[in-house]
């Protein structure tokens, strides 16, 4: 996730998700080969296109909810459905309706529903993840509540930048502070 050469990150993704596959194999009770498998199935999706990564999307939310099932305290999980359902319910009309060609029901979901789980997972474990409090944020602004989304960007934007993921927190964090006129 951290190389910067295009290829490489590729061929990573695609050997992580074979070592995914055959983990789950291996072991299907076990929460960790689930998470494992729906993240890298997405980020394979990724690389294949949006009909590939619409089609995974069903077996991606599967595997996320029985990591959750298996382990209802890993918070990592929790926000990763969390972020499944903030794409769908943000998924502009145009790729909605080019889903709706591909597939007799593509995937939904509801702001609603992905705050649900972003909120669970601070629940879990507060403050683990800076995107998790970046994407609290997001999902308040898209259900105008300024309010509570200032906080949690506030929140983001003031998260201590450690890994790739932070700094990406950061920085959208103090876009959309700006944007809801609060000046960093």
Same mark, same amino acid.
């Given at each position: 996730k951290d190389s910067t050469d295009a290829e490489v990150k590729k061929s990573c993704m695609f050997e992580a998700f074979e070592y995914a596959k055959r983990a789950l194999q291996i072991n299907e009770n076990n929460f960790a080969c689930h998470k494992w498998y729906a993240v890298l199935l997405d980020y394979t999706g990724e690389y294949e296109g949006t009909k590939a990564r619409i089609s995974n999307a069903f077996s991606v939310k599967k595997h996320f909810l029985r990591a959750i099932e298996l382990n209802p305290n890993d918070a990592t999980s929790i926000h990763s459905i969390g972020f499944w359902c903030f794409i769908f319910a943000d998924m502009p009309w145009y790729t909605r309706k080019v889903a709706a060609a591909l597939f007799a029901t593509?995937?939904?979901?509801?702001?609603?529903? #992905?705050? /649900?789980? !972003?909120?669970?997972?601070?629940?879990?474990?507060? &403050? !683990? /993840?800076?995107? &998790?409090?970046l994407m609290i944020g997001k999902t308040h602004l898209r259900m105008k509540n300024y309010s #509570? #989304?200032?906080s949690f960007l506030v929140k983001a934007r003031d998260y201590p930048v450690v890994t790739p993921d932070d700094k990406k927190a950061h920085e959208e964090a103090i876009q959309l502070l700006s944007k809801i006129g609060v000046k960093s």
């Open positions: 593509p995937p939904t979901s509801t702001y609603s529903e #992905a705050l /649900y789980y !972003f909120q669970l997972a601070e629940k879990v474990e507060a &403050n !683990f /993840y800076s995107m &998790n409090l #509570a #989304a200032k």
